[in-house]
Each structure stands twice: as C-alpha cells, then as structure tokens.
T-cell receptor, first 109, second 111 residues
Framework: RKEVEQDPGPFNVPEGATVAFNCTYS??????FFWYRQDCRKEPKLLMS???SGNEDGRFTAQLNRASQYISLLIRDSKLSDSATYLC??????????FGQGTRLTINP | DAGVTQSPTHLIKTRGQHVTLRCSPI?????VSWYQQVLGQGPQFIFQ?????ERGRGNFPDRFSARQFPNYSSELNVNALLLGDSALYLC???WGAGELFFGEGSRLTVL
C-alpha cells in the first residue's frame, strides 16, 4: 500500500465547475500536509498548506482530518489556468516529503 | 532573484554509465533535497542535505549518492545506470525548515 494515495484521474470538468480531490495517508506520525501543483513538464510548486482547522485561499479550500488520515482540496469556479496535476503531499520529518501519485485535472472551455 | 537551478536540463545515457547532476540552491538556503519523478508518478525522496551533512535518505540503492559543497550547491551521482533510472530528477532547497522550492529538474533518459 502506498503511503499517500490519491485518485489519479484524469478529471475533465467544464470551466466554472467545482472539483474536489481526495487523498489518504497511512503514516499517523505524519507532521505536515500540503497540496502542490505541477504543470506539464514543470516542477512542483506549493499550492497551499493544509491545517486541521481547514484553510482557504481564494477559490481553493483544503481540509485535513487527522482521525481519518484524509486530506481534501476543493476548487470552486474553476478556470482554464487551473488545468494541472495536483499532488497530495505529507511531510515525515527532516523535510522529507512523501508525494501521492498526483491527480490530473483538465478544465474545458 | 534566481531560483533553484539545475544542470544539465536533459541528458541521455546508456545502461551501465554514470551520471552527475548538479543543483544550485536559492541564495541563503542551506538545505538541499533530491527527488526522482518517474513519468506518471509523484516525486520520490532520495536525499536531504543540510549544512553539508546528510539528514535523510530514501529507499534507493547504493548506486545513488550525493554530496553538498561549502557553498551549499549539491551533486547527485548515479552509478551503473539502469533503464529504470530514466526519470526527472528534481532538486529542492529551503532554509532548513518551511517551504521547499523546486528547480525545473534534470530529465535523464537511459537507453
């Protein structure tokens, strides 16, 4: 079983739609949680950190449920520029990031 | 400001050869990490160095080695290349805690 699991997709949604990604992690000792975005043939970039209280950044909302070891990302009013691969990431100490497989999202006009 | 820079950007090697990949962190960053990203997968942790000392190692064979220099730049070395080593190799830097900043990567193809 992979330490971080997420639906690889692909997700194809129309512009303006709301899309949700889910992720589960297996190591309860995991300390920090993130969503990264990776454009095609580019490097991963931090989208947002994820906190137990939930956090929002514009159209993006992230949630963490430590009891269920579950992380989510919600994108509202999706834009064409949101098309990318979204990586669920868990930090296990010493800045060791464990990445999920990534979920590919395509926003269609 | 310059971000994390990696070289070479692309390279082709044959099985059994050796490769050296280089990384220059963001100015002031003392931590460098290396990740391997195989096509269709998320990046996988290889090494982390802080102040020239190895602070973490992922589940990779001994053919993989790295070092960090006094100016905080880093090299990743891979010996006896296998077809399965074909991947995007990503370097990331940070202050030692907080956000990791990734370079654009070195794309290695092993034939």
């Amino acid at each position: 079983r992979k330490e971080v699991e997420q639906d690889p997709g692909p997700f194809n949604v129309p512009e303006g739609a709301t899309v949700a990604f889910n992720c589960t992690y297996s190591n309860s000792a995991s300390q920090s949680f993130f969503w990264y975005r990776q454009d095609c043939r580019k490097e991963p970039k931090l989208l947002m950190s994820v906190y137990s209280s939930g956090n929002e950044d514009g159209r993006f909302t992230a949630q963490l449920n430590r009891a269920s070891q579950y992380i989510s990302l919600l994108i509202r009013d999706s834009k064409l520029s949101d098309s990318a691969t979204y990586l669920c990431v868990v930090e296990r100490g010493a800045q060791k990031l464990v990445f999920g497989q990534g979920t590919r999202l395509t926003i269609n006009p | 400001d310059a971000g994390v820079t990696q070289s070479p950007t692309h390279l082709i090697k044959t099985r059994g050869q050796h490769v050296t990949l280089r990384c220059s962190p963001i100015s002031g960053h003392k931590s460098v990490s290396w990740y391997q990203q195989v096509l269709g997968q998320g990046p996988q942790f290889i090494f982390q160095y802080y102040e020239k000392e190895e602070r973490g190692r992922g589940n990779f064979p001994d053919r993989f080695s790295a070092r960090q220099f006094p100016n905080y730049s880093s090299e990743l070395n891979v010996n006896a290349l296998l077809l399965g080593d074909s991947a995007l190799y990503l370097c990331a830097s940070s202050w030692g805690a907080g956000e990791l900043f990734f370079g654009e990567g070195s794309r290695l193809t092993v034939l």
